[in-house]
């Protein structure tokens, strides 16, 4: 019987990652090493977030530069990832009745390909991305992630890419290794205990948290893709905590593990 993988939701941070070697991308590298070989990727991305549902159906998806006023290198930058349009038709039987598009257009953003590059550098694991419904309760999210755990025991590693913590307006430029904002420190320590104690409707809820919660999520798209890993949490299973740290003061570079040897 097929081993069952963990899942990761990752703390992508600055795109500038991609190129570089620090403590957040030695620990993505890490979990490269250490998690079995999956038999694909199927990547919930903070800035594939739009209208509707959609996975990429692409044979080769095309490596997305989704940013702007980064040095040259970092548009160089590419991720010849195969896809996988079997994995992308199966995730859509899995989400039905919800209408899924089997989306030709896009293809690996940063916030997929910037991990990968030091997970997986020959690109040689195809990968599928799932966009997140802009329109959709946080409640929604995590239901998807509930129906897409069977896949994780068909060697397919779920990753999701976000922050947990991600306030741009309030980030310490110039100042990377500042520490955490008060209000960051408190917000991730309150989610890092949810997790752990398996009961995430605190985080489905996370409006009703109050001001820590606002400040750390002003807006959802990068905290959303940790509701889909969580989903697919069984009962039993451990959470850990593979990667820690914030950049900037406002930006949690926190990974969530799921399963497997913490």
Not at 136 to 157: D, K, N, T, W, Y
Request: glycine share 10%; aromatic share 10%; proline share 9%.
């Amino acid at each position: 019987m097929p081993e069952t993988l963990p899942a990761y939701f990752i703390g992508h941070g600055n795109p500038m990652n991609a190129l570089q070697d620090n403590a957040w991308t030695e620990g993505w590298a890490k979990i490269g090493r250490q998690t079995p070989r999956p038999r694909a990727i199927l990547a919930i991305s903070a800035h594939w977030f739009v209208t509707g549902t959609g996975v990429t159906i692409s044979t080769a998806p095309r490596t997305i530069h989704d940013f702007g006023g980064f040095p040259r290198d970092l548009y160089h930058v590419q991720y010849p990832a195969p896809g996988d349009p079997d994995l992308a038709r199966r995730v859509a039987a899995m989400l039905a009745p919800l209408p899924v598009v089997l989306d030709e257009s896009w293809g690996l953003d940063h916030g997929t390909w910037s991990i990968l590059t030091h997970t997986y550098p020959k690109a040689d694991v195809p990968v599928v991305q799932l966009s997140i419904d802009a329109t959709r309760p946080a409640s929604f999210h995590l239901e998807v992630g509930q129906r897409l755990a069977p896949l994780r025991g068909e060697r397919i590693l779920i990753l999701g890419s976000g922050n947990l913590v991600h306030n741009l307006r309030a980030y310490a430029w110039g100042e990377a290794t500042a520490g955490p904002y008060d209000w960051a420190a408190r917000f991730e320590e309150e989610a890092r205990k949810v997790i752990v104690a398996g009961e995430f409707d605190p985080l489905v809820h996370y409006d009703r948290l109050g001001r820590d919660a606002m400040l750390s999520i002003p807006t959802p798209e990068h905290f959303l893709p940790l509701l889909y890993v969580l989903g697919t949490r069984q009962a039993g299973e451990a959470a850990s905590f593979p990667i820690e740290g914030v950049d900037g003061g406002s930006i949690s570079m926190l990974s969530v593990q799921v399963g497997g040897p913490a």
